[in-house]
């Protein structure tokens, strides 16, 4: 699904999805992506998804296999494979939202860099920023 989503992502905008898994003790198992969605906002510098479709995504994942809305992913570009000030902001106010009921969000980003796209992972917990290990199984699903 994102390296599909990649494939045909043009190097101007940014673009995105939700991302849908299981939490375990101290992993996050991530078995579905989203698409970015017919109503995402999408600019250089900023991508925002399109709640509803995200929503659609995370029922139908979860009467799939119980998965739930673990994070995001989207593409820098232009810019750096990390997150960045409004990217830090936007998942605080995810994590802020109790109705939500996040307790972390992993964060996914692909830079385009050397004519290639490369991908960091990141967890976001209150008050920090973690870089996680990606580990990708094919195992996994349709990623
Ligand atoms: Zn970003």
Do not use: C
């Not at 969000?105 to 992972?121: D, K, M, N």
């Amino acid at each position: 699904m994102i390296t599909t989503e990649l494939r045909t992502a043009d190097h101007t905008n940014e673009t995105g999805g939700i991302l849908l898994g299981h939490h375990t003790r101290d992993a996050v198992t991530v078995r579905h992506a989203g698409t970015p969605g017919p109503a995402a906002v999408r600019t250089p510098t900023y991508f925002l998804r399109d709640l509803a479709h995200a929503q659609t995504l995370a029922d139908k994942a979860f009467t799939t296999d119980r998965s739930v809305w673990v994070g995001e992913w989207h593409t820098h570009p232009t810019g750096r494979p990390a997150p960045s000030a409004r990217d830090t902001a936007t998942y605080r106010q995810l994590l802020d939202d109790t109705e939500l009921g996040f307790h972390s969000i992993v964060s996914l980003i692909f830079a385009y860099q050397e004519g290639r796209w490369t991908g960091t992972a990141w967890t976001f917990h209150r008050q920090r920023v973690t870089p996680v290990e990606l580990t990708v199984s094919r195992m996994g699903g349709p990623m």
